[in-house]
């Protein structure tokens, strides 16, 4: 990457609120972080092969339905159209949260009865064949 093109982005950042910004174009790529959030890194990102399931709602997140286990965890393969949780958006309402194909968790980003909101990532999957 071009450090013309990395001082171009932070001159345009400094004119934002934006907090921390990544990029990754192949196998390099840049990230950085105001002092506060400066414990995220670019190792963290995922591989650009995931894919994020994202939240079809703003709600509180649950892996289950009250009284079943949690039945999502890191490393297992999952068939396309699963529901890995639901969203619960009022009182008594919820919404499914389902993977659109096939494979297996690679990571976790939230917690049993967390708020979400729309369209943020909930889980990645490394899809099958990949």
Same mark, same amino acid.
Not at 3 to 18: H, M, R
Not at 29 to 49: K, V
């Given at each position: 990457?071009?450090?013309?093109?990395?001082?171009?982005?932070?001159?345009?950042?400094?004119?934002?609120?934006?907090?921390? /910004?990544?990029?990754?174009?192949?196998?390099? +790529?840049?990230?950085?972080?105001?002092?506060?959030?400066?414990? =995220?890194?670019?190792?963290?990102?995922?591989?650009?092969?995931? =894919?994020?399931?994202?939240?079809?709602?703003?709600?509180?997140?649950?892996?289950?339905?009250? +009284?079943?286990?949690?039945?999502?965890?890191?490393?297992?393969?999952?068939?396309?159209?699963?529901? %890995?949780?639901?969203?619960?958006?009022?009182?008594?309402?919820? /919404? #499914? /949260?389902? %993977?659109?194909?096939? +494979?297996? %968790?690679?990571?976790? $980003?939230?917690?049993?009865?967390? #708020?979400?909101?729309? +369209?943020?990532? $909930?889980?990645?999957?490394?899809?099958?064949?990949?």
């Amino acid at each position: 990457m071009n450090t013309e093109k990395i001082k171009e982005i932070l001159a345009w950042v400094k004119t934002t609120d934006l907090t921390s /910004v990544a990029l990754k174009e192949k196998d390099s +790529g840049f990230s950085f972080a105001t002092s506060e959030h400066a414990d =995220q890194s670019f190792a963290d990102m995922p591989p650009a092969h995931y =894919q994020a399931v994202s939240a079809p709602a703003i709600g509180t997140f649950h892996w289950s339905r009250p +009284g079943h286990p949690q039945k999502v965890e890191e490393g297992i393969s999952l068939p396309a159209e699963e529901t %890995v949780g639901y969203i619960e958006t009022l009182p008594g309402k919820t /919404v #499914p /949260v389902k %993977v659109s194909s096939s +494979g297996k %968790v690679a990571r976790i $980003l939230v917690e049993d009865s967390s #708020p979400v909101a729309y +369209g943020q990532a $909930l889980i990645f999957i490394e899809p099958d064949g990949k």
